[in-house]
Nanobody
Framework: QVELVESGGGLVQAGGSLRLSCAAS????????VGWFRQAPGKEREFVAA????????AYLDSVKGRFTISRDNAKVTVYLQMNSLKPEDTAVYYC???????????WGQGTQVTVSS
């Protein structure tokens, strides 16, 4: 079992930055890929970014490329999402999720609210 806890959300003005953290517990993190997802009010949850379990390969939603960066610190068992140049449309609850190697995302955090004011 992997437990995930997100932190770092908050209220920021457009153009500002936030860094989200996803701390894992329960197992070694090295074999788990981690993704960030978000859900805005009235919208479906969407993929934002992911980092692989093996060589640290990354993937991003097109609208956040160049603004968001996902990284991981296996020693600290934490994955980060650095969000720069935030826009009001980035407002959502952000969730991190983990999957064993290339499997399904089976473990989810409780979410952290990000609100970007215009």
């Amino acid at each position: 079992q992997v437990e995930l806890v997100e932190s770092g959300g908050g209220l920021v003005q457009a153009g500002g930055s936030l860094r989200l953290s996803c701390a894992a517990s329960g197992r070694t993190f090295n074999n788990y890929g981690v993704g960030w997802f978000r859900q805005a009010p009235g919208k479906e949850r969407e993929f934002v970014a992911a980092i692989s379990w093996s060589r640290g390969g990354t993937a991003y939603l097109d609208s956040v490329k160049g603004r968001f960066t996902i990284s991981r610190d296996n020693a600290k068992v934490t994955v980060y999402l650095q969000m720069n140049s935030l826009k009001p449309e980035d407002t959502a609850v952000y969730y991190c999720a983990a999957r064993y190697r290339n499997g399904e995302y089976a473990y989810w955090g409780q979410g952290t609210q990000v609100t970007v004011s215009s």
